[in-house]
């Protein structure tokens, strides 16, 4: 009967993690939510093996949250660090006309343009702007480009917190002894 409450409470953990998957803003919420919940149903399973079920549980549930939180912060940072070199990188409507006015060729503004990963949306007053600024319609045709370049989505990375194996106390192990014998002609 125990074993059976246990069981269920092992799949509630299970069924509970895509529930956590989507319910954070954030990764190291996500990460902790998720590892607390993997965490949590196997220390179940393997604490029922040893009748500590909700001990196992607990602490399962500890270390999957820290661990989840600590990979799902790693990520958030990385994703800080991605936006803010997108940033340095992104350019603005008043470069390209910098660029027109000193002589810069369309094909290096619109190489530029295309390696920077800035993404125009265009208004026709910019449009207006761009034309009195005498920017070239390949210049302007390429910064309208950009608004259609496909949007790359990423799969999460789910790594799974190691198993938390719980060791009662035992007797001692067997002492083993090593001899070496020399036997003389």
Excluded: W
């Excluded at 965490?39 to 549930?61: E, F, N, P, Q, V």
């Excluded at 790693?74 to 992104?90: I, T």
């Excluded at 390696?115 to 026709?124: A, D, E, M, N, R």
């Amino acid at each position: 009967m125990m074993a059976g409450r246990y069981y269920r409470l092992t799949l509630l953990g299970i069924l509970l993690v895509p529930v956590t998957q989507s319910g954070c803003a954030t990764n190291t919420g996500t990460g902790a939510l998720a590892g607390g919940g993997i965490g949590a149903a196997t220390g179940a399973l393997i604490g029922s093996a040893t009748g500590h079920a909700g001990k196992g549980a607990l602490i399962g549930g500890a270390i999957g949250a820290a661990t989840g939180g600590l990979i799902g912060n790693a990520k958030d940072e990385q994703n800080r660090q991605v936006a803010q070199a997108a940033a340095r990188n992104a350019m603005s409507i008043q470069e390209v006309v910098d660029m027109t006015h000193n002589g810069v060729s369309d094909g290096v503004i619109m190489h530029q343009i295309n390696t920077s990963g800035t993404v125009f949306h265009l208004t026709g007053a910019d449009l207006t702007y761009l034309h009195e600024q005498n920017v070239s319609d390949r210049v302007v045709a390429t910064m309208q480009d950009t608004a259609r370049r496909p949007v790359v989505y990423r799969r999460p990375v789910v790594v799974e917190p190691a198993p938390v194996v719980i060791l009662e106390p035992g007797p001692p192990p067997p002492v083993v002894g090593v001899g070496v014998t020399f036997r003389g002609r």
